[in-house]
């Protein structure tokens, strides 16, 4: 018998549940390649940004080995193994991601696209602990590292994970549910100091001081549980004259920062980009991909500093980002910044 499709007001889906569709795209095929060709992101799915650039600056070649410690949907992950494995070559690639529910749906997308353990392995870990990964696993040391930070479209378009102010959903933010305190609660005990700094250091927030001293006055009152009771406040909260773009900017840059703090982001950048050296075979290349200032800095000067320590023989002078016609089609890769390094030896 042919199963209902769910109901939902209007013609077209509007809450993530609704569109199945584009949550089952391999059974609707022409609604998926529709919404796609609208420069839309399918719910519960991820477009890979700057493949090509990535593919270039990594240079994948068969047989080689490959991390890719932000695995997402396993976009880029099955471009490196289509390249690792060219012409039957033997090459391998594990796959990381600190998302346990998300892991288990991008590992049986690569076991669907033909590779096998022997192949790809998925490590449910935090990319802070890779040389700990790489030692497990065994395979020696990579050729090819890729991080792509952040958030997937999977994470934003779920309102049950708490990442989007666009609809309603608990106050969350974690990219592991399962570890460390919701946005909530730590936006309910956060000293203001504390707070001020993330808002600074997570979004450049231009009145952190001001703003932290407010969250902090209003939170017993208003109770910041779920994401449209904050994205609600933060709206009332400027001058009622300011530009509405420039209110919801201010909206995204709070939740991004909160996003940055509840998940320690900084911390496991900082401890990546240590370790990094170590954790690359000599020659080895490594890419990231990262979507605002506070990562691309960090990134910029680790590189930097590897260069003339000696541990780098060359990294990106310049940065690359997407071009227009990236950006038509996939208007969320517009703030990504792509770096690499090449380690010294060989
Ligand atoms: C932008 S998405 C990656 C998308 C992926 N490149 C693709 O093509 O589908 C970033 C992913 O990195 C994961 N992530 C973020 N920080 C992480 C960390 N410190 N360790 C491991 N995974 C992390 C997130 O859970 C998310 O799935």
Redesign the pocket.
């Known amino acids: 018998m042919r199963k209902r499709r769910p109901r939902y007001p209007g013609k077209n889906p509007r809450r993530f549940e609704h569109k199945y569709k584009e949550l089952r795209a391999e059974q609707y095929p022409e609604a998926a390649a529709h919404i796609e060709s609208r420069g839309k992101t399918l719910a519960g799915s ?1 477009r ?1 940004i700057l493949v090509a650039e990535i593919l270039e600056v990594l240079d994948p070649k068969p047989g080689e080995f490959g991390v890719d ?8 992950a099955l471009e490196l193994l289509g390249r690792l494995r060219a012409d039957g070559a033997s090459g391998r690639l594990i796959g ?4 346990p529910m ?1 892991m288990p749906r991008a590992e049986s997308r690569v076991r669907a696209a033909g590779h096998g353990p022997e192949a790809f392995q998925g490590v449910a ?4 602990g890779l040389a700990g990964v790489l030692e497990r696993v065994g395979w020696g040391l990579p050729s090819v590292i890729l991080a ?5 479209s999977m ?1 934003i378009d779920n309102p049950e994970r708490g990442f989007t102010f666009k609809h309603d959903g608990p106050l969350d933010l974690r ?1 592991n549910p399962t570890r460390g305190v919701a946005a909530s609660e730590w936006l309910a005990s956060v000293r203001v100091g504390r707070l001020e700094t993330a808002l600074r250091e997570g979004a450049d927030e231009p009145r952190a001081a001001s703003l932290a001293a407010a969250l902090v006055a209003a939170r017993d009152k208003v109770g910041f549980r779920r994401t449209k009771v904050l994205a609600e406040w933060l709206r009332a909260w400027p001058d009622p004259a300011t530009p509405r773009e420039e209110v919801e900017k201010l909206v995204r840059r709070v939740f991004q920062a909160l996003r940055i703090a509840v998940n320690d ?1 900084y911390s ?1 950048l900082d401890t990546w980009l240590r370790n990094l050296p170590g954790c690359l075979a000599p020659g080895g290349r490594v890419a990231v991909l990262t979507f605002h200032s506070g990562e691309d800095r960090r990134v910029k000067h680790a590189f930097r500093a590897g260069l003339d320590a000696g541990l780098y023989s060359e990294i990106s002078e310049e940065v690359r980002r997407p071009g227009a016609e990236e950006l038509r089609a996939n208007p969320r890769s517009a703030p990504a910044k792509l770096r690499w390094a090449r380690r010294a030896g060989e």
């Open positions: 991820h890979p410690c932000t695995l997402g949907h396993a976009g880029h990381l991601d600190v998302d998300e870990s935090n990319f802070a792509d930070l952040g958030v997937s994470q990219l982001e496991a």
